[in-house]
C-alpha cells in the first residue's frame, strides 16, 4: 500500500475510532484527539484534571478501541520501583528468575504520579524514556506500541511530590482535563446510571499503529513549517534574542529542543489524521498548546497577576 492510500485509511479508521470512544466517553472531543495524536506521534501524555472527569474510563476505553493490552498503576506514597518494574524471585529449582511489573503492557495509566516519591517517578521515566527495563543487571525490553498515560490532580498538594521539568520534559502533551458543560453532564448521568452498558470494539492492532507511527515518521514537512516550530519554541526563552516582551516579563525558563520536534511530530498526525499528506503552520498551531504548557515555567510575576500559560502561549500564536 502505498503512503497516500495509507493516509487515507487511517483518516477514515481514525473517524470510526473515535465514534467507539464516543459510545463511552461523552464530549472531550479535544481531549481524546490529543491522546490519539501522542499514540500515534508515539509520544507520552500527562493528563491534569480533578478527581471524577472520567480519566481512568478514558484511558481502559481508548485501549480496548485500540485493541492494545492495558494496566493501571495506583502511584501512593509507598510504591517501590520493583512494585512497577517487576523483581527477581528465586523458583523452586533455586535459580532466579524475572516477574514482570505492571510497567509491561502496550498501554500504561500512571495514576496520580505525583503521588509517590522521585525514586519510583524516576524507575516509570526511564522505561518511557528506554522502551526497556533493567534488573540485576539484565535488560528486558517493553512491547510496542507502548504509551504512558500519567494523571495528575491540581488541587491537591499535601503529600505530593511534584514531577521535575526535566521529567516532565519526557512527556508529549500535557492536556488540561475541565468540567463537561451542562448538556454533556446530563448525558453522562443519563448512560452510567442506566442497566445498559456499552460494548468496545478494537478497531486495531498493535503492528497495525506500528505502521501507522512509521507512516506518521516519513511524512515529508516544508522548511517553513519546521522554522515556525523552532521559531515558536525559540519565543518562549526570555533570554533568546526572539524572545517576546510577555515571555521577558512572565517567564523564567522556556521549551527545549524536544519542543520542538514535538511540534513537527505532533503537527504531521494532526495532518495526516485530517487526510493532509503534509503539515502546515495551521497543525503546528493546534498542537502547540498541549506541547508547550507543561514546558515554560512561569515567574512569580505571573502568578501574583493570574497570567496562565495557555494565556501566554495564545498570546505567542
Known amino acids: 500500500m502505498s503512503d497516500v492510500d495509507a493516509i487515507k485509511k487511517l483518516v477514515a479508521k481514525h473517524e470510526l475510532l473515535l465514534q467507539e470512544i464516543s459510545k463511552k466517553i461523552v464530549g472531550q472531543s479535544e481531549v481524546v484527539n490529543l491522546l490519539l495524536n501522542a499514540v500515534f506521534s508515539g509520544g507520552h501524555a500527562l493528563l491534569i484534571g480533578v478527581p471524577g472527569l472520567a480519566k481512568t474510563l478514558m484511558v481502559r476505553t481508548l485501549a480496548d478501541a485500540l485493541g492494545l493490552d492495558f494496566k493501571r498503576i495506583q502511584f501512593t506514597p509507598d510504591l517501590m520501583p520493583s512494585d512497577i518494574l517487576g523483581s527477581e524471585i528465586l523458583d523452586e529449582n533455586r535459580k532466579f528468575k524475572f516477574i514482570k511489573g505492571p510497567v509491561f503492557a502496550n498501554i500504561i495509566l500512571a495514576d496520580e504520579i505525583n503521588r509517590t516519591p522521585p525514586k519510583t517517578q524516576a524507575a516509570l521515566l526511564e522505561a518511557m524514556q528506554e522502551r526497556s527495563v533493567t534488573v540485576a543487571g539484565h535488560t528486558y525490553p517493553l512491547g510496542k506500541p507502548y504509551f504512558v498515560l500519567a494523571t495528575q490532580n491540581p488541587i491537591e498538594q499535601e503529600g505530593t511530590y511534584p514531577l521535575p521539568e526535566a521529567q516532565l520534559d519526557r512527556f508529549m502533551f500535557a492536556i488540561e482535563l475541565k468540567y463537561p458543560s451542562f448538556e454533556e453532564e446530563v448525558q453522562v448521568v443519563k448512560n452510567t446510571t442506566a442497566e445498559v452498558s456499552q460494548t468496545i ?12 507511527q512509521h507512516l506518521i515518521r516519513r511524512i515529508p514537512v516544508a522548511d517553513n513549517v519546521i522554522n515556525y516550530a523552532v521559531g515558536l519554541v525559540s519565543k518562549t526563552r526570555p533570554n533568546e534574542p526572539l524572545a517576546a516582551e510577555i515571555v521577558k516579563k512572565y517567564i523564567d525558563w522556556g521549551a527545549g529542543p524536544r519542543a ?15 487526510g493532509k499528506f503534509s503539515p502546515d503552520i495551521e497543525d503546528v498551531k493546534a498542537v502547540a498548546e498541549g506541547i508547550l504548557r507543561h514546558r515554560i515555567i512561569k515567574n512569580y510575576k505571573a502568578d501574583a497577576e493570574g497570567i496562565t500559560e495557555s494565556a501566554i502561549i495564545q498570546q505567542l500564536l
Open 260 to 274: 520542538s520536534q514535538n511540534l513537527i511530530l505532533g503537527a504531521k498526525t494532526h495532518a495526516a489524521t485530517k
Open 201 to 212: 470494539q478494537s478497531l486495531f492492532t498493535a503492528d497495525e499503529i506500528l505502521q501507522y
